[in-house]
């Protein structure tokens, strides 16, 4: 069926069918074996990936099992093995600015409505807000005994419960599920902080559309690619909140207790800030194995190579640690769009832990143990849902749980919150992260400039050579690295296409185990035996095929040009790669799945089109030293991160993607930028503080590059294209080598225009063709 879907393609290409899989040429390339593909290349690859993603998944769960680096011997080199460890944690959740110093509360009052909002029996409540990082601010209710205070602690609600109703002055959580209240009323100081939600209502601009994001999505779209996160600023708000806490005085112990998103926090934080003596993770604590199912604000850049939940208790050891294992507030997916919002975010559930919990207790207990502590690690059973129990607190604070229950709060409210104060104040949180995350936007390029300072410009090959270990520290940082040597190939080829001008076939090869490469080569008539010719690589760009490329359909000609076809016709051989951006969700969750180990769908891609070069390389028409790209939209994606790290490419010409990719992708305030689109796979991590598009093209040099702009190209403006592109062509210059870099400008959209690339290949490949 597939076999004569490509036929029918075929023929769609040139109109005629007796030229078409004709006797003239071979239907197998020789030294391949017949291709005998049933279903659509693009599936097959994707599913194969997927395969492989998965399985790498559950085999870096048992690396962690078995090689987790962390020395048991004595508790003197478990602490100096485990600091490493939190310090890469750190790294990985965004946990990297410097907090402001010694922060103080702020009581949040005016003259009709003063800080305190509720008394209890041995307790006050008052609205706070501190300082966190520059222009960030924490704001919540604080919790203050009338008498001395035992310790200090931090309760974090779920993120779509206020901290008023984590408190009882608003309905939402069960009374039994107040743990602040009981927190309070056992001798604690208590900070509930206010996280940032899941509704969309600011998740967007006025100057271009609002979404449908979770606020918790829209901050973490911008901050991704600029090495933070949502769970890392919260983390931040948290440890902040202790160092207030710590003003007011010293205490015997410090808490910290979350449930839901609040567990999350608890257990980052405890694994962190070794000044906490106590976490209570609830509702949250479990195998992170399909974390890619939950929504995309908990996916973090190499989490499960070292950091699942037992080995964030591991790191919690051997302080005390309290797992409730309770059902907590579960999510369907993002919001519906409400009216006027446009719909874009990223899918995801979550779910109360299941079974699966068990085995990763299991494991934790493992750590604890090791450490002569097993009782540090407590677990809470069968406890009421959405809710951390007076009985948990009570064992915490070792006071009788009869005094430490709901009834005994006595709790007065003296000021019932408003509606629009509430919503005011999630404004501000988003807002204020916001505005620092396009702060680190806006200075970004001065750390690129910093991390690039030590490469030498004296000459081409002084700079290949000093630039060395930053190709590397690129393609490990934010694209990522399969240590896997490639797979025999194990070419399979067959002919699917023939006309005057050239043969057409289709390739597959193998990469790794399940993962395939494949495309269309089309090679020219008449070509002398003995010579040698230059290939050009021609890639298809989101959602697209190999064949697209070739044909001269109506809706795949007007982008396209079908410019395989198009070159082959002038004496090049040219190849299609299929690459693996294709399916939507299902090539999507790859980046999730394949980020959890510092891994992207470039990971992927890269030894695909290596191995696909190396056998290209060796036909005996194909010139090896003269294979060039060429790929517009993701294909010019594709332009920017294949030939930086594939030596094998002798230049590339990036169409229709081109720009400040940086900005396009974070900025918050221009309509093409990422952050409002549905394209969720697209964030990279921490890549604008290690390479923007112009420091890749320079990873490119000394080869020739090329960018190919249409005026009319929505996918970014005329100024930023330009601005990126003028750094590029200044690095040429001062290398001598102006002539081997250019940009051409059309009047047109988004679409190839084979018009200077033409000329562009002929000279740089001298190949003035047939």
């Known amino acids: 069926m597939y076999r004569s879907t490509i036929c029918l393609l075929a023929l769609l290409v040139f109109g005629f069918m007796p030229s078409i899989l004709s006797a003239e040429s071979p239907d197998v390339l020789p030294g391949t074996t017949l291709l005998e593909l049933e279903q659509p290349l693009d599936e097959v690859m994707v599913a194969g990936i997927d395969r492989f993603a998965l399985k790498a998944i559950e085999e870096a769960r048992q690396e962690r099992i078995n090689n987790w680096p962390v020395d048991f011997t004595s508790q003197e080199t478990f602490y100096q093995t485990v600091a490493p460890l939190r310090e890469e944690f750190k790294q990985i959740i965004g946990v990297v600015d410097e907090r ?25 409540i008052h609205r706070v807000r501190w300082s966190v990082l520059e222009g960030v601010t924490g704001e919540g209710l604080l919790l203050l005994p009338t008498g001395g205070a035992k310790g200090n602690a931090v309760a974090l609600p779920d993120a779509d419960w206020t901290p008023e109703q984590l408190c009882g002055l608003l309905p939402g959580v069960p009374e039994q599920g107040r743990f602040p209240l009981f927190l309070a009323q056992a001798g604690y100081r208590v900070l509930v902080p206010t996280l940032v939600n899941r509704e969309q209502t600011w998740s967007g601009h006025e100057d271009v559309f609002f979404t449908n994001q979770p606020h918790r999505e829209w901050i973490y779209r911008q901050a991704f690619i600029l090495g933070r996160h949502i769970i890392g600023y919260e983390v931040q708000k948290v440890l902040a909140g202790l160092d207030a806490l710590e003003q007011l005085g010293t205490t015997e112990q410090s808490v910290i207790a979350g449930i839901g998103e609040g567990g999350l926090l608890a257990l980052y934080s405890g694994a962190i800030d070794e000044r906490i003596d106590t976490t209570i993770c ?45 059902a907590s507030p579960e999510v369907a997916g993002p ?205 298809h760009g989101l959602e697209g095929l190999a064949m697209d490329c070739v044909t001269y359909e109506e809706d795949r000609f007007r982008y396209y040009k079908a410019f395989a076809s198009e070159l082959a016709k002038q004496g090049f051989i040219t190849y299609s790669p299929q690459n693996p951006y294709r399916g939507k969700d299902q090539f999507r969750t790859l980046q999730l799945k394949s980020n959890l180990l510092k891994r992207s769908l470039f990971s992927y891609i890269i030894p695909q089109h290596r191995q696909t070069l190396r056998w290209l390389g060796k036909l005996p028409y194909v010139d090896a030293n003269r294979m060039a790209f060429y790929g517009l939209s993701y ?91 003028a750094k590029v062509r200044r690095h040429y210059n001062q290398m001598g080598l102006n002539a081997q870099t250019t940009i051409e400008y059309f009047d047109g959209p988004h679409q190839i225009n084979l018009v200077g690339t033409t000329e562009f290949l002929k000279a740089q490949l001298g190949f003035e063709g047939e």
Not at 292 to 319: C, H, S
Request: proline share 7%.
């Open 100 to 124: 402001v110093p010694n922060p103080k509360f702020e009581l949040i009052s005016t003259l009709d409505s003063p800080s305190l909002v509720a008394q209890g029996a041995d307790f006050e």
């Open 282 to 326: 609830a509702g949250y604590f479990d195998q992170r194995e399909s974390v890619w199912k939950e929504p995309i604000y908990r996916n973090v850049w190499g989490l499960l190579t070292k950091f699942g939940d037992a080995q964030l208790a591991g790191m919690i050891a051997p302080r005390e640690l309290i797992v409730v294992n309770t």
């Open 335 to 539: 919001p519906e769009a409400i009216k006027g919002h446009h719909s874009t975010a990223a899918p995801g559930r979550i779910e109360s832990p299941g079974t699966s919990v068990q085995a990763e207790l299991k494991l934790a207990g493992t750590y604890f143990q090791q450490l002569n502590v097993p009782d540090q690690l407590m677990v809470w059973e069968k406890a009421a849902a959405n809710s951390i129990q007076p009985e948990v607190i009570a064992a915490v604070a070792n006071i009788d749980p009869q005094k430490n229950s709901s009834s005994n709060t006595n709790l007065k409210i003296l000021q019932t919150p408003k509606d629009d104060e509430l919503n005011q104040r999630q404004q501000k949180q988003v807002a204020e992260l916001t505005n620092f995350t396009q702060g680190l936007l806006d200075e970004c390029h001065k750390v690129r400039e910093q991390l690039w300072s030590s490469a030498d410009h004296s000459s081409p090959e002084a700079w290949t050579k000093s630039t060395a270990k930053l190709k590397e520290q690129m393609e490990t940082g934010f694209i990522g690295k399969i240590d896997l040597p490639l797979s025999a190939p194990n070419v399979r080829t067959r002919k699917i296409m023939e006309n005057e001008h050239f043969t057409g076939y289709e390739v597959v090869f193998d990469v790794f185990p399940e993962v395939i490469a494949g495309g269309i080569l089309l090679v020219p008539h008449h070509i002398p035996e003995g010579e040698e010719r230059p290939l050009v690589v021609c890639q």
């Open 635 to 725: 294909g010019g994606k594709t332009a920017m991160r294949v030939p930086p790290f594939v030596d094998e490419y002798c230049l590339s010409i990036c169409s229709g993607d081109f720009d400040e990719w940086i900005v396009k992708i974070a900025c918050n305030s221009e309509r093409y930028c990422y952050v409002f689109h549905g394209e969720y796979e697209i964030f990279e991590w921490n890549m604008g503080n290690l390479a923007n598009y112009a420091e890749l093209a320079t990873l490119i040099f000394p080869r020739p590059f090329m960018v190919e702009r249409g005026h009319n190209d929505g996918v970014a403006p005329d100024r930023w294209v330009a601005a990126e592109y």
